[in-house]
């Protein structure tokens, strides 16, 4: 069976950082586009970066650029985003997934819309308050 799972997240104070990762199992996650996203309460699920599986390439949303980072680690079969001076509009549960299964992906890439991401995790919630 093939499963995504979030973890990193936890309480932070302001300005720090965390490092969340997206392990995958069952198939090899370099192979595919993958995206995080997050969902504060009371908001909708917001993508914040994506790296592609052809290229390579990472987009960010503008809130997070310059404070995110979004690598594979593919020794471990995983993405990872290193979320540096963290502030509370942060707090949310955090979601990696999958992309580039279907053609139709492609057409749109990481800005794809919700039925081109096809699997996803638990989530891992990040609190940043002091």
């Known amino acids: 069976q093939m499963h995504l799972e979030e973890s990193g997240g936890g309480l932070v104070q302001p300005g720090g950082s965390l490092s969340l990762s997206c392990a995958a199992s069952?198939?090899?996650?370099?192979?595919?586009?993958v995206a995080w996203f997050r969902q504060a309460p009371g908001k909708e699920r917001e993508q914040i970066s994506c790296i592609k599986n052809v290229d390579h390439t990472t987009t960010y949303e503008e809130s997070v650029k310059g404070r995110f980072t979004i690598s594979r680690d593919n020794a471990k079969n995983s993405v990872i985003l290193q979320m540096n001076n963290l502030g509370p509009e942060d707090t949310a549960v955090y979601f990696c997934?999958?992309?580039?299964?279907?053609?139709?992906?492609?057409?749109?890439?990481?800005?794809?819309?919700?039925?081109?991401?096809?699997?996803w995790g638990q989530g891992t919630p990040v609190t940043v308050s002091s």
């Open positions: 069952g198939f090899t996650l370099n192979m595919y586009a």
């Open positions: 997934e999958r992309g580039g299964v279907r053609a139709s992906w492609y057409i749109a890439g990481c800005s794809a819309g919700p039925s081109e991401w096809d699997l």
